[in-house]
């Protein structure tokens, strides 16, 4: 089983939005899930409910099936002969069509509830206290996913920075595509949480194959002071992860900059996803550079199937 964390240090990356349009290609060109044997998203972005709100499934989401709730109750790991008789997993919503997969059962939603607070502790998403018991019982939810029902992948849209579930959707993952638009304050940003990751502070484990992905690049270009956009943009990400010994020579993570190729840099902007967040696999007629986009997600997907790691 692939336990994935799209991730990304602030809001405003389009991270849900990048997650949306990748999860049905890795379904239908590589995971192939099936009612037996789904696909299971896991929308942790308690503040903003991102996935959930793509998927249209904010009226189906209840106090009983939304991730606070497994995280602010014991989660049972008895054994099932299905997902429909688990007391938890028979709850989660069927999401497959709204991802444009025709086996709608193929792929499950563990959907966030808006303006719910995780309830172990008392504890808020972003308190350090109660991060341990929030682990154990996603540790319990993705034991019973791997041993019992052959998921073959658990997809976190994350929560954002530093909050408690961004790193429990991190350290839970073994792929993290990590997220960023190119302005200062995402590179810099996501360069200080990733050199804490590399310096335990994060996390003691390492063995996380990262996946850097510049998101939302401008196609058009500007001139400011004296540096032209986003070139001066792009060179500041290639100088600062690719060029980066912190980086390139990790003893604990692997890091995959294919993204980063200066050649076809990240993934461009979708003029139309500013208004409506869409799905390009699916689409008829594409307009702008959407096909182009279409190409680097289907890139993306193929880069986190050919990362051999295992939950």
């Given amino acids: 089983m692939k336990t994935i964390s799209f991730f990304s240090y602030k809001?405003?990356?389009?991270?849900?939005?990048?997650?949306?349009?990748?999860?049905?290609?890795?379904?239908?060109?590589?995971?192939?899930?099936?009612?037996?044997?789904?696909?299971?998203?896991?929308?942790?972005?308690?503040?903003?409910?991102?996935?959930?709100?793509?998927?249209?499934?904010?009226?189906?989401?209840?106090?009983?099936?939304?991730i606070q709730y497994l995280l602010g109750n014991p989660f049972s790991t008895r054994r099932c002969d299905s997902i429909s008789e688990h007391p938890f997993l028979k709850n989660l919503i069927p999401v497959g069509n709204a991802y444009g997969y025709p086996d709608n059962d193929a792929i499950l939603l563990l959907p966030a509830k808006d303006n719910k607070n995780i309830s172990k502790d008392g504890k808020n998403n972003y308190a350090e206290?109660?991060?341990?018991?929030?682990?154990?019982?996603?540790?319990?939810?993705?034991?019973?996913?791997?041993?019992?029902?052959?998921?073959?992948?658990?997809?976190?849209?994350?929560?954002?920075?530093?909050t408690a579930l961004a790193n429990i959707s991190n350290e839970m993952a073994s792929i993290i595509v990590c997220v960023m638009r190119p302005t200062i304050q995402f590179v810099n940003g996501t360069r200080r949480y990733l050199v804490d990751f590399e310096e335990g502070e994060k996390f003691s484990g390492g063995g996380k194959e990262i996946v850097l992905v510049p998101n939302v690049i401008p196609d058009k270009e500007i001139t400011i002071g004296n540096a032209v956009y986003p070139d001066a943009a792009i060179d500041k990400i290639i100088n600062t992860f690719v060029n980066s010994n912190v980086?390139?020579?990790?003893?604990?993570?692997?890091?995959?900059?294919?993204?980063?190729?200066?050649?076809?840099?990240?993934?461009?902007?979708?003029?139309?996803?500013?208004?409506?967040?869409?799905?390009?696999?699916?689409?008829?007629n594409y307009y702008g550079n959407e096909e182009l986009v279409l190409g680097r997600y289907r890139k993306l997907a193929r880069i986190i199937n050919e990362i051999d790691s295992e939950y």
Avoid: W
């Fill in 11 to 66: 809001g405003g990356a389009g991270r849900s939005t990048l997650a949306y349009n990748v999860i049905p290609i890795l379904a239908k060109d590589y995971f192939r899930p099936t009612a037996e044997s789904p696909i299971i998203v896991v929308d942790t972005d308690v503040d903003s409910c991102g996935m959930s709100y793509l998927l249209g499934a904010e009226e189906q989401v209840t106090d009983n099936n939304c």
């Fill in 129 to 162: 206290a109660g991060g341990l018991s929030f682990m154990e019982s996603m540790k319990g939810f993705l034991d019973v996913c791997d041993e019992y029902f052959d998921v073959p992948a658990v997809i976190f849209d994350s929560s954002v920075g530093n």
């Fill in 247 to 284: 980086f390139k020579n990790s003893p604990n993570n692997t890091y995959h900059m294919d993204m980063l190729d200066p050649e076809e840099f990240g993934i461009p902007m979708v003029d139309s996803f500013m208004y409506v967040e869409g799905q390009l696999l699916n689409k008829k």
